[in-house]
């Protein structure tokens, strides 16, 4: 096994311990920084990236800096070693909601109910900040080892007054996840957009496969445009009414019909105290 040369070293105050894992845009450490008296996460972007993902980057950490709340991963600091942009960032023991619905299939609809609750929290912080996420997925949660959610990767945010983000017509987002007026106009998108990625996620966890389960990209945007959207007690039996009907609502084609973060998070917090399922 080659050595990383990164391994020992000093990065914004953070020596890095051990590589984490690594992607097609970079590189995430353990580390520990003695200023805060925590292990944190130190992700790199490759150096041969594009100017645009080298500027994603910088968003990611930018846009998740200004948000202060226990379910949105915390970013300490960014900064740059040569060529290297950097992000040093909380450390979440865990894994990815994707990886928890890989190994266990669909999950205990209130286990994902509790998780709806603390990802509406994190985009109710998100959204009051003026920042839209624009990739809610189940790759994007994270689950603690405390079982506790924390939305993660910022990188595709339009944050308010940043010149650039929506000039074109390109669809921003993943197609499973994202809203169909996000595809009809990526420069219009508001913050339901996130509630629908949200919804998205929730009906994948509870049911086992996504709402609108194709392998195409393009036969997924077309359903999400014109098919109805099949039930959650229809492919999932025994399912609460009132938890299913709730992640419907956040896939209303319409925007104007989903719930804000705020309310989703009290309405589902309200489905448990009703029927005696509070954490």
């Known amino acids: 096994m080659v050595d990383d040369p990164w391994i020992g070293s000093v990065v914004g105050g953070v020596i890095l311990l051990s590589r984490l894992g690594s992607g097609?845009?970079?590189?995430?450490?353990?580390?520990?920084?003695?200023?805060?008296?925590?292990?944190v996460a130190v992700k790199f972007i490759r150096e041969d990236n594009t100017a645009e993902e080298r500027g994603r980057f910088l968003r990611e950490g930018r846009a998740a800096a200004k948000v202060a709340n226990d379910h949105v991963v915390r970013v300490f600091a960014t900064g740059e070693v040569?060529?290297?942009?950097?992000?040093?960032?909380?450390?979440?023991?865990?894994?990815?909601?994707?990886?928890r619905i890989e190994r266990d299939g669909a999950l205990d609809p209130w286990m994902v109910g509790h998780i709806g609750v603390e990802c509406a929290l994190g985009l109710a912080a998100i959204h009051q900040v003026g920042i839209i996420h624009r990739d809610i997925k189940p790759d994007n949660i994270l689950i603690g080892l405390n079982g506790r959610?924390?939305?993660?990767?910022?990188?595709?945010?339009?944050?308010?007054?940043?010149?650039?983000?929506?000039?074109?017509?390109?669809?921003?987002?993943?197609?499973?996840?994202?809203?169909?007026?996000?595809?009809?106009?990526?420069?219009?998108?508001?913050?339901?957009?996130?509630?629908?990625?949200?919804?998205g996620t929730l009906y994948h966890a509870v049911a086992g496969k996504p709402a609108f389960d194709l392998s195409e990209p393009s036969a997924i945007i077309r359903a999400k445009l014109e098919d109805a959207l099949v039930p959650l007690r229809q492919v999932r039996h025994g399912i609460p009414t009132e938890l299913a009907q709730l992640i419907e609502r956040c896939l209303e084609r319409v925007p104007q019909l989903r719930p804000t973060a705020d309310q989703l998070a009290t309405d589902l917090s309200g489905i448990f105290m009703r029927l005696g399922r509070g954490r």
Do not use: F
């Open 24 to 39: 097609s845009m970079g590189v995430v450490y353990r580390g520990r920084s003695e200023a805060l008296d925590r292990h």
């Open 82 to 99: 040569g060529d290297n942009l950097y992000i040093i960032l909380e450390l979440v023991e865990g894994e990815t909601l994707a990886q």
């Open 149 to 199: 959610a924390k939305i993660s990767d910022l990188g595709l945010a339009k944050v308010p007054d940043e010149a650039g983000l929506t000039r074109t017509r390109a669809v921003v987002g993943t197609p499973l996840y994202v809203a169909p007026e996000a595809v009809l106009d990526p420069r219009a998108i508001t913050a339901a957009a996130d509630i629908y990625g949200l919804g």
